[in-house]
Each structure stands twice: as C-alpha cells, then as structure tokens.
C-alpha cells in the first residue's frame, strides 16, 4: 500500500517519476527536464575549415623617437667622461631604424585569385605583409585595398597551386544563442579553435559610423584579430576585429564585423581598390522621447535632419531641416545610427524613396544618391566685423532665456556669423530647462516646432501657440555662432 500511495501523491502534485524495483519494492527517482545541449564536437568542422584560415605577419622600420638625456654631474667629477661615452653610445643606437613585427589572422575567401581577407588595423604601416599558411607555407602579400571605417583589408598572395577557401554566410539570420566558432592566431600561438554563442547584435561600440558587430563569447585574444567567425555549417558569419578587456585577454566580449557589411566593402577593394559609399548629403541626430513628444509624434523612431548639405543630394530631393527620416529604400529606420549605414551600403546613382515626417504627415521623396568622398574637407572662414555703436535693444524672456533680435551689435558681441539669422539668445537662466540642454548665450534660435522666427515676439507666439496644444516642450532649432544647427527640446510646463 505504501508504494501506491507514494506514487499517487507524488504524481498528484505535478512530478514526474521513474519505478525502479529494488528487493521487491519499487522506488521512485524524479525525471529531469531534457536539456538542449551544444554541439557534441566540432572537430570536424575545425579540420575541415583550418587550411583556409592563416597568420598575418607584418614587419615595418621605424625610426626611434626618444633619445636618453645625460644625468647631470659636477664638472671635474670622474664619472663624466665615463656618462657621455655611455650615453652617446645609447643615443647612436636609439637613432637607428628599427624593424617592428606584428601578428594577426585572416581567411581565404577566393582560392584561386589568392585573395585574403583581415583587419586594416592588422596590416596598417606595414612595409612587408606575409602570409603564413596551416602547412607550412609563407607567402608575400599585396595589398588591394583598405577600409578604415569599417577595419577591413583585401590582401592577394600569388599561390602556386589553389588555395583552401572559405565563403561568406548569412549574418542577418544568425540569432542570440545560436553557436558560432573562432579559429585564429592568438598571442602568435598559431591556429587556435575556440566556441561560444552569439551573446549579442548590432552592437554600437563607438569605432566607426558604421558599427554594427555581433558580440560574442568566443574567446577571441589578441592576434584573432581578422579571423574568420563561423557558423556550425562552416560560413563565415563574421569577422573578428575588437574585444573587450581591461587586461587585454578574453573576458567573454568579443566583436565581430557581419559578413552583411563585409562582404559589400570587400568587393569593392577588389574593384576599385576603394570603397565607394552612397551619399545623401544631411546631417542627422537622435529621436528623444522629448523631440518625439514635441513633433507630435508618439514613440521616438527615426532620425531627425538638423541640417542640409547645399547642393547635396537632399537638397536636390527637396528634404528639409526639421524633417524625420522613418524610411530610407523600403527599409524601415527605427534609430538615427541606422541611416548612415543604410545610406552607406546603397549604390551609388540609385534612386531610392526616402520617407519622412514633415509637421506631422508622412512625404515620400525621390532622392538620387551620389559618392560620398571619404576625404572631404569643409572649409569655413570668419571675417572681423568693424564695431556697431550700441543701441537699444528690444528683449523678452521666454522658458528660461532672454532673447533679442539678431543685430550688428549682437552678431559683434557673440562673433556670429553673417549667414546665421533668427532670434539671437542673450542668456540663460541658471536651472532652467534650457540650461539643462547646455543652450547658450549666443545661441540663434532658427525655429520653433518647425516654423521660421525671426524676432523675440515670433518666439513666444509659437510657445504659447504649443502651450495651449498642450504640449509639454517645445523643438528649437538653434545654430551656434559657426552656424552649425542642431534640434533641441525645450520643457514648457512650467513657464
């Protein structure tokens, strides 16, 4: 009766359990939750994948920078001729060039034409790049091109015979926690395989404007740098450029580039030795909940255009300041670090429709991209206006600042440039909301909730206007003295 009972109360309260007969009695043991487990071994994919992934050795001569100072000694001391010869000799010797090594890893990615891909950072200054094989074999290597915003190089070795390559995977269709596997070369051990999951994606680490990594927990050390990251079926999925650590050894935050970005950037080094990435010719920053509620628009999405390039494809295209780009080619832009990659990654030439939000109404707009060119320079120049006679000058004070109207005087007093018009901020109330936004005296206000001002009474026209909407900030537009614009949420609760 007792084993019955035992067994119908445990079943009666929800466990599972497993008879099993000792001595004519049946004992029950609880069964465990099926658990999913990783892969069993990945020795065969690791075999399989090593002739393709190989060593990067560089070799640069630099020129010593620090000469060793003599200690001062009393003159007649018996030391000092003993410290001159002693330093002249250190100082000769630190003059000489010297030969720095660096390690790194790669990946075949075209066996036949030799083509090798890795980091820029790895090969960058380099005098001499040599590919070292899993067999044994060395190879000297060109280099096709580099990409120094997204840390990629294409180099090419001239095999005597096909080389074992690897190809590109699908990064969009990797998940978090699905298994991925690093083989590289860390600390210049040689080929090394080690596993983990994908912890992470679309990681923003702050190294490019186009930072897009998957993290990983792959050990990934020093010298994986522009090793390959694969999947289990044996892609490419990744490539291994930047880790995480305050002692320079895996702590588990490893970063890889996508093979999305890497494979468009690659195949325009082997081109044109060059990358050459569409332009859209505006300057973008972030959707805040505050800039959403202030447009009107419910949830922050996004990126909002604070200003135009003249002449650019924008322009041409009739986007304005003020506008929120929420589309970019049928692709929907959810934050403002999207876009540019978004724009980035589209051919050059091609027309695509760019949506936006304008005073509360979706616009679609036909925009033509054009060649962003890498090494562009803006050069800006101020001219020293010859001093106005002081006058009077109208003031108000609206959400924590006083304004003016822009005049000769003020654009003297706070260096402003000709071309900035608007309603000129002559300070700032200690604590305000405005303060808390670092607005500064010398501040232009352009616009306010996306219409024009040109005087202090515009200003406060508009505040109230957004006051009695019942809003609960207003969107300035404001340039600084340069003229350089950008958006600003402004609290109105209180005034």
Avoid: C
Wanted: glycine share 10%; no cysteine; hydrophobic share 40%.
């Amino acid at each position: 009766m007792a084993p019955e009972f035992f067994h119908r109360r445990m079943t009666r309260i929800g466990f599972a359990a497993a008879g099993i007969v000792l001595g004519g009695m049946v004992a029950f043991q609880p069964v465990q939750p099926a658990k999913a487990q990783g892969p069993v071994s990945v020795a065969d994919l690791a075999e399989n994948l090593a002739d393709a992934v190989v060593n990067i050795s560089t070799a640069q001569t630099v020129q010593a920078q620090r000469s060793v100072p003599m200690p001062e000694v009393p003159d007649g001391s018996p030391f000092q001729e003993f410290f001159e010869e002693f330093f002249d000799r250190q100082n000769r010797d630190n003059d000489q060039p010297r030969r720095v090594q660096s390690l790194g890893s790669g990946f075949v990615l075209d066996g036949t034409e030799g083509i090798i891909v890795t980091n820029n950072h790895v090969i960058e200054g380099a005098d001499e790049v040599t590919v070292n094989f899993n067999d044994g074999t060395k190879l000297r290597a060109d280099v096709l091109g580099i990409d120094d915003k997204t840390d990629i190089a294409v180099l090419k070795v001239d095999p005597p015979k096909p080389l074992k390559a690897v190809s590109f995977g699908d990064s969009d269709v990797i998940r978090v926690g699905d298994w991925v596997m690093a083989i590289g070369n860390p600390f210049g051990l040689g080929g090394t395989v080690t596993v983990g999951i994908v912890s992470a994606r679309n990681r923003d680490i702050n190294a490019g404007p186009y930072d897009n990594f998957i993290q990983t927990d792959a050990s990934i050390n020093r010298g994986n740098s522009g090793g390959p990251l694969f999947d289990m079926q044996g892609n490419v999925v990744g490539i291994n450029t930047a880790i995480i650590s305050p002692s320079g050894g895996s702590i588990g935050i490893g970063f890889a580039i996508p093979a999305k970005t890497a494979i468009r950037v690659i195949d325009q080094l082997r081109e044109f030795g060059e990358t050459r990435r569409g332009w859209l010719g505006v300057r973008i920053q972030e959707v805040t909940d505050e800039i959403a509620e202030s447009l009107g628009m419910g949830d922050a999405r996004g990126a909002l255009v604070a200003g135009v390039t003249e002449g650019g494809p924008a322009e041409k295209g009739k986007i304005e300041a003020g506008d929120v780009i929420i589309r970019f080619d049928g692709r929907r832009v959810a934050t403002m670090r999207e876009l540019p990659r978004m724009v980035a990654e589209t051919a050059v030439g091609k027309e695509v429709e760019v949506t936006v939000l304008r005073k509360g109404k979706e616009v679609p707009i036909k925009v033509t991209l054009e060649r962003l060119e890498e090494n562009e320079v803006i050069e800006t120049s101020t001219e020293t206006e010859e001093q106005t006679p002081d006058k009077p000058v109208d003031k108000s004070e609206v959400l924590g600042m006083t304004l003016a109207e822009l005049d000769d005087a003020l654009r003297q007093q706070f260096s402003i440039d000709e071309d900035v018009t608007g309603v000129v901020i002559t300070e700032v109330k200690p604590g305000s909301s405005a303060e808390e936004k670092r607005v500064m005296a010398g501040d232009v206000i352009k616009e306010v909730a996306q219409e024009t001002v040109a005087t202090p009474a515009d200003v406060e026209a508009q505040i109230k206007k957004l006051k009695d909407e019942g809003r609960r900030s207003a969107l300035l537009l404001l340039a600084n003295p340069t003229g350089d614009v950008r958006f600003v949420p402004v609290r109105i609760e209180d005034q």
